[in-house]
């Protein structure tokens, strides 16, 4: 199946700096992204759709300021966590489509996660 | 909008012994249903999905599901648990396009007893 990779899996980072999770579709182009965001011991709350070489669509409650994404080629989608805080402190999963398959099937492939510690 | 319902939040099953996960979903349509698996610290693996057709859906690792539209439900079954099937499951439920993403339930969680 797809293969979607996720960098890094693990960073902890001061309160107040800037943080930077890549997410890379490794055999197939994506011209559509998602990000996730979850809790502990909770479900996948989707925070964006990510769009290649356009501006990404965020939830309702999500702050854009807050969370950047770029979306610069067909295989890879940035999510930057700004002036991060630690309730920003979370797993973020990324996914991905495929579109090449054959009717579009909905299926997404998902990211190993990063997990991000704000001290 | 297109939503799931994962009524059981911790289920505990005696290895070897069958199991179901419940979910209901919510969709006008038609719907994409998918169950993923996910260990402590990881992404998510899916175990199978249905689009249309036979709504008896075969998956990997012995799991499969049965979509009941009279039911809204898309329950998972597996006839023998084993230790490696401790998880969190989630159904979710997705539309066509590339811009469709996936909406999840809250999960269920699994702990497998010797």
């Known amino acids: 199946g797809a293969v979607v990779s996720q960098h890094p899996s693990r960073v902890i980072c001061k309160s107040g700096t800037s943080v930077k999770i890549e997410c890379r579709s490794l055999?197939?182009?994506?011209?559509?992204m998602f990000w996730y965001r979850q809790f502990p011991k909770q479900s996948l709350m989707l925070m964006a759709t990510s769009n290649e070489g356009s501006k990404a669509t965020y939830e309702q409650g999500v702050e854009k300021d807050k969370f950047l994404i770029n979306h610069a080629s067909l295989t890879l989608s940035t999510l930057t966590v700004t002036s991060a805080h630690p309730e920003d402190s979370s797993f973020y999963i990324c996914?991905?489509?495929?579109?090449?398959?054959?009717?579009?099937?909905?299926?997404?492939?998902f990211g190993e996660g990063s997990r991000l510690t704000v001290l | 909008a297109q939503s799931v319902t994962q009524p059981d939040i911790h289920i505990t099953v005696s290895e070897g012994a069958s199991l179901e996960l419940r979910c209901n979903y919510s969709y006008g349509a038609t719907p994409y249903l998918f169950w993923y698996v996910q260990s402590p610290g990881q992404g998510l693996q899916l175990l199978l999905k249905?689009?249309?057709?036979?709504?008896l859906v075969q998956g990997i690792k012995g799991f499969e599901a049965e979509f009941k539209r009279s039911q809204s439900s898309f329950n998972l079954r597996k006839p023998s648990v084993h230790w490696s099937d401790a998880a969190e499951y989630f159904c979710a439920v997705g539309g066509t396009g590339s811009g469709y993403a996936l909406n999840f339930g809250k999960g269920t969680s699994l702990l497998v007893t010797p």
């Open positions: 996914s991905a489509r495929d579109s090449r398959l054959a009717g579009n099937t909905g299926e997404l492939f």
């Open positions: 249905y689009f249309s057709g036979d709504t």
């Open positions: 055999d197939f182009q994506a011209t559509t």
